[in-house]
């Protein structure tokens, strides 16, 4: 008999068995104590167990296992639910292959439908119990109930045509063989060769502009001076090779090409004066931030002119700050000799 059976016996007690128990014998007040602290030992045991935290001592021995039953419905349910997903697979898999039977250009040699079941166990325990002494022996029963699940799947249509598949191939090909096209410009070995050539060219044109409007080309007799109207204050040349003015620009159009006139920048500085020549005392200030010149570039090529990009850098010795210029450089073919055209000085 467990606890429940105990506790009806009450439920149903009639007035005479509730008077025989007015005959029950009395218990001491120690008699009592003892009771009452073996039946809370009882009690924490019996938590213990529920929670699955047994605590034992060193003389105390376990015996039996705790017994549970469930309900009588549990079994005939998940049979039922068992049934319902095999019955949900196999609706499945009509229904796929029903909308695959519809599809006029779909393959259906190419759709394969697999079926996995899956076994899954439910542990379903049933006890005897059986009483002997007082204590209490429990046997316990699993049941495996195997579930069946159904999935379906389907394997990705391929082309339907051969040239369907080319098609694929084609744009594929196309799409990983394609590069972004470069952007970097290659001179060609021309190019190079009249870089190289112009180069050359404007560094002759910039030591001989700046010798000839802030320099001094020409032997001079620094005590024969001339101050003209406008204050200017011009040395006599003394070379005996200048006999005319085109004896003075004979030197600088060796490297210039005369269809660029530069008269007008000759002309301020070199005069003549009672039929001697004289040179304008000037002065000029070379740029301290220059630092050199490139030809990047073949601009143009136009008859017997060629045109060049230049481009200057300027860089701050202090603060180590640069930047660069941008200018147009030319040499001429004149009779055969390259001569410079349009220029610039950088310094």
Same mark, same amino acid.
């Given at each position: 008999?467990?606890?429940?059976?105990?506790?009806?016996?009450?439920?149903?007690?009639?007035?005479?068995?509730?008077?025989?128990?007015?005959?029950?014998?009395?218990?001491?007040?120690?008699?009592?104590?003892?009771?009452?602290?073996?039946?809370?030992?009882?009690?924490?045991?019996?938590?213990?167990?529920?929670?699955?935290?047994?605590?034992?001592?060193?003389?105390?021995?376990?015996?039996?296992?705790?017994?549970?039953?469930?309900?009588?419905?549990?079994?005939?349910?998940?049979?039922?639910?068992?049934?319902?997903?095999?019955?949900?697979?196999?609706?499945?898999?009509?229904?796929?292959?029903?909308?695959?039977?519809?599809?006029?250009?779909?393959?259906?040699?190419?759709?394969?439908?697999?079926?996995?079941?899956?076994?899954?166990?439910?542990?379903?325990?049933?006890?005897?119990?059986?009483?002997?002494?007082?204590?209490?022996?429990?046997?316990?029963?699993?049941?495996?109930?195997?579930?069946?699940?159904?999935?379906?799947?389907?394997?990705?249509?391929?082309?339907?045509?051969?040239?369907?598949?080319?098609?694929?191939?084609?744009?594929?090909?196309?799409?990983?063989?394609?590069?972004?096209?470069?952007?970097?410009?290659?001179?060609?070995?021309?190019?190079?060769?009249?870089?190289?050539?112009?180069?050359?060219?404007?560094?002759?044109?910039?030591?001989?502009?700046?010798? *000839?409007?802030?320099?001094?080309?020409?032997?001079?007799?620094?005590?024969?001076?001339?101050?003209?109207?406008?204050?200017?204050?011009?040395?006599?040349?003394?070379?005996?090779?200048?006999?005319?003015?085109?004896?003075?620009?004979?030197?600088?159009?060796?490297?210039?090409?005369?269809?660029?006139? *530069?008269?007008?920048?000759?002309?301020?500085?070199?005069?003549?004066?009672?039929?001697?020549?004289?040179?304008?005392?000037?002065?000029?200030?070379?740029?301290?931030?220059?630092?050199?010149?490139?030809?990047?570039?073949?601009?143009?090529?136009?008859?017997?002119?060629?045109?060049?990009?230049?481009?200057?850098?300027?860089?701050?010795?202090?603060?180590?700050?640069?930047?660069?210029?941008?200018?147009?450089?030319?040499?001429?073919?004149?009779?055969?000799?390259?001569?410079?055209?349009?220029?610039?000085?950088?310094?």
């Amino acid at each position: 008999m467990n606890n429940n059976d105990r506790f009806r016996i009450f439920e149903n007690a009639d007035d005479k068995f509730i008077e025989r128990l007015k005959d029950s014998p009395k218990f001491t007040d120690d008699e009592k104590e003892r009771m009452f602290k073996m039946s809370k030992k009882i009690f924490e045991d019996k938590k213990n167990m529920v929670n699955g935290n047994i605590t034992m001592t060193e003389n105390e021995e376990v015996n039996g296992v705790e017994r549970y039953s469930r309900p009588a419905w549990y079994k005939p349910l998940i049979s039922t639910a068992a049934c319902l997903v095999v019955l949900a697979g196999v609706a499945g898999s009509f229904m796929v292959m029903k909308n695959l039977g519809k599809t006029g250009t779909t393959d259906t040699s190419k759709v394969t439908a697999t079926q996995a079941s899956t076994e899954t166990t439910e542990e379903v325990l049933t006890t005897d119990a059986t009483t002997t002494a007082g204590t209490e022996a429990v046997t316990t029963t699993i049941v495996t109930v195997p579930v069946a699940a159904a999935e379906t799947t389907t394997e990705p249509t391929e082309p339907a045509t051969e040239a369907e598949k080319e098609a694929v191939t084609e744009i594929v090909t196309e799409a990983d063989t394609t590069e972004p096209a470069s952007e970097e410009t290659t001179l060609t070995d021309h190019d190079a060769e009249l870089i190289a050539q112009a180069t050359e060219l404007y560094d002759r044109a910039c030591a001989k502009y700046w010798e *000839y409007t802030f320099g001094d080309p020409f032997a001079l007799d620094n005590d024969d001076v001339y101050i003209d109207d406008r204050g200017w204050q011009f040395t006599r040349i003394t070379d005996d090779s200048i006999q005319s003015r085109s004896d003075i620009f004979s030197g600088f159009y060796e490297v210039f090409a005369s269809r660029y006139l *530069y008269d007008d920048i000759l002309y301020d500085r070199y005069i003549e004066h009672d039929g001697k020549y004289y040179v304008a005392n000037v002065g000029r200030g070379s740029n301290i931030f220059y630092t050199g010149s490139e030809i990047t570039d073949v601009k143009s090529i136009e008859g017997d002119e060629i045109t060049f990009t230049v481009v200057s850098t300027y860089e701050d010795p202090g603060t180590g700050e640069s930047e660069t210029r941008t200018s147009v450089f030319s040499m001429v073919d004149e009779n055969g000799t390259w001569k410079a055209g349009r220029f610039e000085i950088p310094n």
